[in-house]
């Protein structure tokens, strides 16, 4: 294709997709040339969002671009899971993938439920969930209504809800929310190479240093979470040990710090929300292997997480809650 030919299809593609961030590794296009070399139309559809496709057509001598909306097909499911060694195999057992898994242990019980302690064999869950298909084809998981965890050590009922004026969140059955300050985990959750341990022994400098973080393990180029809302004060390297990392003031004295990073998806002075993807799992600075380093202050000093919960619902809004936790008990059941 000409330069002009590939300005003129940026041009049409400007206003309605911008690719330079929002491509991906998988996404699909299909392009149509004449024999003169001029473009006659452009197809992308992203491995993301494949029910929004990107079409660029030829119209009287200009490309004209829009993106279509194409509607999707939203299924209800209920699932019984019985946990022999940990929660993912037991979903990977049922069919169903590590977005599923995630969700549960991260957005809905991420900030009550320790994955890593608390799990025994024969804990139950059992979770009322939606699936989204294009055309018979498996796109994503939408929303989970109800998830239910009777362990041996915890028992956890939570409820999808929108509080008037609010966001959706979950409670339990008191009408209780399950957020926290901070989640329990930056990352999806696959193992602690490190705890906070004031006389570890440091694998690089072969001498016992305390390690005041956590360490998590996860594979090169991991997402990275914000745990709690806040603004980015640094996302740098100017720490021979920290190598590429960010720090996070959260108000009230608390900052978090995420280190050893890749590389940054956050600016100095941006605002972020709990869940926002700020980054990815490196090993620049004082590192032997790709892993995250995760720290908390309190008021400059390093601390283990701390448990601070939201606020709970109103007597009006627990008893829509209730209503609706009726029917989705009822559909689960």
């Known amino acids: 294709m000409s330069e002009q030919q590939i300005s003129l299809l940026n041009l049409a593609l400007r206003a309605i997709f911008n690719a330079s961030s929002r491509s991906r590794p998988r996404d699909t296009y299909q392009l149509v040339v004449d024999t003169s070399g001029v473009v006659r139309s452009f197809t992308y559809t992203p491995v993301r969002e494949p029910e929004r496709p990107v079409f660029v057509e030829l119209v009287k001598d200009a490309l004209v671009g829009r993106r279509q909306a194409l509607p999707l097909d939203t299924r209800e499911y209920a699932a019984e899971i019985f946990i022999e060694d940990n929660l993912a195999n037991a979903i990977s057992a049922l069919g169903e993938g590590d977005a599923l898994t995630d969700r549960i242990t991260d957005n809905i019980f991420g900030s ?56 959706l969140g979950y409670f339990d ?18 193992g602690i190479n490190s705890h906070f341990n004031l006389r570890r022994f440091h694998p690089v400098l072969k001498r016992n240093v305390p390690h005041l973080g956590t360490d998590y ?76 380093h995760y720290e908390i202050f309190k008021d400059k000093v390093k601390i283990n997480p701390i448990n601070f919960y939201y606020g709970n619902l109103t007597a009006k809004e627990y008893d829509e809650l209730l209503k609706q936790a009726s029917v989705v008990n009822q559909s689960l059941d």
């Open 112 to 167: 009550v439920i320790d994955f890593r302690l608390n799990p025994r064999k024969g804990d139950r869950i059992r979770v009322l969930f939606e699936k989204e298909f294009l055309s018979d084809r498996f796109i994503r998981y939408g929303r989970v209504a109800l998830a239910e965890y009777q362990g041996q050590i915890v028992q956890q009922t939570a409820y999808s809800y929108a509080p008037l004026g609010g966001s």
């Open 173 to 190: 059955g008191e009408g209780n929310s399950l957020a926290r300050m901070f989640l329990l985990y930056p990352l999806p959750f696959r």
């Open 217 to 292: 393990a996860a594979s090169h180029g991991t997402p990275v979470y914000a745990t709690g809302d806040g603004t980015v004060t640094r996302a740098d390297n100017r720490s021979s040990g920290y190598g590429n990392h960010i720090r996070i003031d959260h108000g009230y004295g608390y900052t978090s710090l995420y280190a050893h990073l890749y590389k940054f998806n956050v600016k100095r002075y941006q605002e972020v929300k709990r869940g926002d993807l700020i980054g990815y799992v490196g090993s620049t600075g004082r590192s032997s292997a790709p892993h995250l």
